[in-house]
């Protein structure tokens, strides 16, 4: 059968995936969920109609939005990640040996249950022992946290239950919940198609922290598939450690590269 | 109205764009031939269903295949680009002053007749008094041109006209046409969507070339939005000169960083 899933990722571009079978559909509490076996990119997870991974390139997001800062703090122990249900970014973070909790922060428990249900490849990380998963309103757990190394914003995009996740009182939250030496990211959209919320972004963060850094990834099922990531940090960051574990996107080189920015992405945050 | 132009990337995978006004269409005696006016992209060129370039992110393209190896060469003089009738090559190569000759070999004459007059910001250097068209094959013509600096091969997809600009034979023709310190890059399409096409390309141009580096740029419009690169460099490559003048995507670093490849991509080129 000819069957295609139909993301509009702007009201003038879309993107178009052929699809083998439909395996969940729900409205939950806070969204519409959705899980597909797709042709191209295998099994996919979709929330209000936006693609949020696919087993083919969920990669890439997963270890860019950890490892780029996990390897810049010198040794990274209590880690919080706000959103990110699938679990795939606490299956990243919980292979640094240095990491002794890692936090899960959701507010929609469907997607931790369609996640492990559909796609235990990405959230089979949720049942390790340092695992914590919290289905709570992140921006409220984050006013009550202390003491973490490093906290991700790992959101979907800004409307609807995101919506407070990308505002300056937030980020705010986010640098007390820090330790001394802590660093935030959160995912910033597309410089080609959301310019506007990378710029939102950045300001916000450089309101409290005085280190700011965009840096980007390629990811085929995102809008215009170059994605970025907004760095905060409490102190100037040094040099990156390497991994000892194998990886798919990310590389000593990458970690320098990818904060390396296309002309028109740096006069967009000057 | 609410009309879409959808371009089938890969037999599951599909990019559309809302458009405002189809302005051309023929057949050719080589394609078929569009140019249409795109919401988010500005104006378009289409042929044989795939998106050419548009005015909204052609810098990316144009940029990348130019000044990544017209920096690598000490001083070049005389550059030749194999397809890429559109013009927006030619237009970024005769911006280093050190360039006598950009010549422009175009099978199809409906192409350039198209860009230039649906397209005049990117196709208006092919009226530069350095520039020189020709129409016609361009695997018989590189087989007679001799003591050029650059050879760029910017073909459509290995499917149709630009079939023969795949094979090893021709990139040995290309290392012919080049003087001692020459350089060649051709596009390899996605590493995400059409691994094999580089591999094809990496081991055909490293049987003629001593040196062969792939590179990566972000282009939202051509499949999966990371596209590829082959250079091939008689000698080694030394430290990249800078540029004189504005450019929107290419910058020093950028230079440098679009050689770092993502572990997966390394892995496909080993």
């Not at 597909?36 to 083919?56: E, K, N, S, W």
């Not at 914590?132 to 202390?146: L, M, N, S, Y």
């Not at 979907?156 to 030496?181: C, K, M, W």
Request: proline share 7%.
């Amino acid at each position: 059968m000819n069957t295609w899933f139909t993301e509009l990722q702007t009201q003038a571009v879309s993107l178009g995936l052929k699809v083998s079978r439909v395996l969940w559909h729900e409205q939950t509490p806070y969204q519409e969920l959705a899980v597909l076996d797709t042709v191209p990119f295998g099994r996919m997870l979709v929330l209000d109609g936006a693609i949020q991974t696919t087993i083919q390139d969920e990669f890439v997001y997963h270890e860019m939005i950890t490892h780029v800062p996990l390897t810049l703090h010198p040794q990274p122990r209590k880690v919080a990640v706000i959103g990110g249900g699938d679990g795939g970014a606490i299956r990243e973070i919980l292979k640094h040996p240095s990491v002794e909790e890692a936090h899960l922060i959701e507010i929609d428990e469907k997607v931790v249950e369609a996640s492990k249900r559909f796609l235990p490849e990405i959230s089979e990380a949720l049942d390790d022992e340092r695992a914590h998963v919290h289905f709570t309103d992140g921006i409220r757990w984050v006013q009550e946290a202390r003491d973490f190394d490093l906290i991700i914003v790992d959101s979907t995009d800004p409307v609807g239950p995101a919506e407070g996740l990308f505002v300056p009182e937030f980020y705010r939250s986010i640098y007390d919940a820090l330790s001394e030496n802590g660093i935030m990211v959160a995912q910033s959209e597309s410089p080609f198609l959301q310019p506007h919320i990378i710029q939102r972004v950045m300001t916000g963060v450089s309101q409290s922290f005085p280190v700011t850094r965009l840096y980007l990834a390629a990811i085929p099922t995102y809008p215009s598939g170059l994605w970025s990531f907004t760095l905060g940090s409490k102190e100037t960051l040094g040099t990156p450690r390497s991994v000892s574990f194998p990886t798919r996107y990310w590389t000593p080189e990458i970690q320098r590269s990818c904060f390396a920015l296309p002309r028109f992405v740096e006069d967009l945050i000057r």
